[in-house]
């Protein structure tokens, strides 16, 4: 039987009430808040929050809103979805987490990534032309942190460090993944400096990541490094039926691709679009608790998957769906996950 722990990720989207107005961003926070408190109550492993710097979304600090999530919660872990490294300090990064993770009594995990959108590069004062070394030089930097011991660390992007102790300490470490797009590069830089790998399979099948995955476990035997956990990110909606889920998420995610995309150039997201992406070879995990199942435990068989991340919140879902989602999620997706699994 193969193990997977089942999580979820918002980015904290804008949402609408069930009147469709639109939330404030401070009631957008308070509400997530109270859905890593439903996620801990169905018995989810995992609640991770984005970090963003644009007007979509809400959460430019990821680490309060999870700080106060610890204060609220029991067993779950905390993490971001993901921390934007390349245009943040390790030593801080470090810092803060470490902070978490006294507060939440070993539960706080960091996924760190280079970012799929680059407004905090210049609002930090980062010049995108640095795009790869800001990330290269941060993620060594912020692996000899985890060490926790004295550090000296010299780059080309921050100050270097001399026999530099940073504080606090954590009782037992903090669990580190890289969140990665399809890069081989990335995957290899993964497995490089140890960290577990995060996929983000947000279009296409989870079958074309296969490569990636069988990469992952090649560069690891050859850095002689132990195994390590391998995750997915992706985006779905749970309601009693499918057409129910699917008739609540199209509207919130065609809003949220469309203001996106007019800026990035892509072309308007339509119904037969969205039909593709929730059926077998896209990347969509919408729909009643036996068809989102049956979804997940085919990618976490086709990807050998330690855990999936879903991410539920999406565009301009109302707080009243997802939290009919996110219960549905641990109470029958989970169990029903668990039986297809068991079963293979």
């Keep these: 039987m193969h193990e997977v722990a089942l999580g979820l990720d918002t980015f904290g989207d804008i949402t609408v009430n069930d009147d469709g107005e639109r939330q404030t961003d401070a009631q957008t926070i308070r509400d997530i808040v109270d859905e890593s408190v439903l996620a801990d109550q169905v018995g989810l492993a995992f609640f991770g929050v984005g970090e963003h710097h644009r007007h979509e979304f809400a959460v430019s600090s990821p680490e309060l809103v999870l700080a106060a999530a610890a204060a609220r919660t029991e067993q779950i872990h905390l993490g971001t979805a993901v921390t934007v490294l390349s245009s943040d300090d390790p030593v801080r990064v470090y810092e803060r987490f470490a902070t ?28 995108l032309s640095d795009y790869e070394v ?14 926790e011991k004295p550090v000296t660390w010299q780059g080309t992007t921050r100050a270097a460090l001399t026999n530099a102790d940073v504080y606090p300490k954590t009782e037992n470490g903090i669990t580190a993944w890289v969140g990665v797009g399809g890069s081989p590069e990335s995957v290899v830089r993964t497995a490089r400096y140890g960290y577990g790998l995060m996929l983000a399979i947000i279009g296409g099948s989870a079958e074309r990541f296969r490569p990636y995955v069988d990469l992952y476990h090649r560069s690891l035997d050859s850095f002689g490094r132990d195994p390590l956990p391998i995750g997915i990110h992706s985006p779905g909606h749970i309601a009693d039926t499918d057409a129910q889920a699917w008739d609540e998420l199209y509207p ?19 119904r037969l679009q ?71």
């Design 100 to 127: 978490l993770d006294a507060l939440s009594r070993g539960r706080a995990e960091v996924i760190l990534g280079r970012g799929s959108f680059i407004e905090s590069f210049p609002l930090f004062g980062f010049d």
């Design 134 to 147: 800001l990330f290269e030089e941060r993620l060594d930097l912020f692996s000899q942190l985890l060490e």
């Design 252 to 270: 919130a995610m065609e809003a949220n691709r469309n203001a996106i995309g007019a800026e990035r150039g892509w072309p308007p997201y339509s």
């Design 274 to 344: 969205f039909q593709h992406d929730i059926g077998a070879e896209g990347a969509i995990y919408a729909g009643s608790p036996e068809t989102v199942a049956r979804k997940i435990a085919a990618t976490v068989k086709t990807l050998g998957a330690d855990r999936f991340d879903l991410k539920y919140a999406n565009g301009t879902l109302s707080h009243s769906k997802m939290l009919r989602s996110i219960e549905l999620y641990g109470t029958q997706v989970q169990p029903m996950v668990r039986d297809l699994l068991s079963q293979a």
